[in-house]
């Protein structure tokens, strides 16, 4: 649509006059209210409607919210979130992503070397006690062991 729109006009803007300059408020306003009563649309579908819808739509394509924040000019993120709405699915499919993606990470590492923890508090103790095994300390792990 806009590459067509592009070969029919210079102007820079999406919608212009017959005169390619930006149309007043007060017609847009005035053509919006003829085309919604022509068509029976309710009175709370305003022209803002439309934007909204974009970035309803965007969302649910699977935008972010910065990619709508730059696609739709807002200065914040924050006023982009109100456009993303995940569905049940597309929570599945984020996890369903993130998965994969830590499989890869996974895959990725080198192989660790392989050992056996320890399994009690003892058996940790004797593998830091010094190469004296006549101390304090190693008579209470072998009092523990027994």
């Known amino acids: 649509m806009l590459e067509v729109r592009s070969t029919q006009t210079d102007s820079p803007y999406v919608f212009p006059s017959e005169t390619g300059r930006p149309y007043l408020v007060t017609s847009i306003d005035h053509l919006h209210s003829e085309v919604r009563h022509t068509l029976r649309l309710p009175r709370d579908f305003v022209i803002h409607s439309l934007r909204h819808t974009f970035g309803t739509r965007l969302g649910e394509a699977g935008a972010d919210a910065f990619t709508i924040m730059r696609a739709m000019g807002h200065s914040s993120v924050t ?68």
């Open 79 to 146: 006023v982009s979130q109100k456009y993303v709405h995940p569905t049940p699915e597309a929570m599945e499919r984020a996890f369903e992503q993130l998965e994969a993606l830590n499989q890869k990470a996974a895959q990725s590492l080198p192989e660790a070397p392989k050992r056996q923890l320890p399994t009690t508090i003892s058996a940790t103790l004797s593998e830091a006690l010094p190469v004296s095994h006549s101390g304090p300390i190693a008579q209470s792990v072998r009092a523990a062991d027994s």
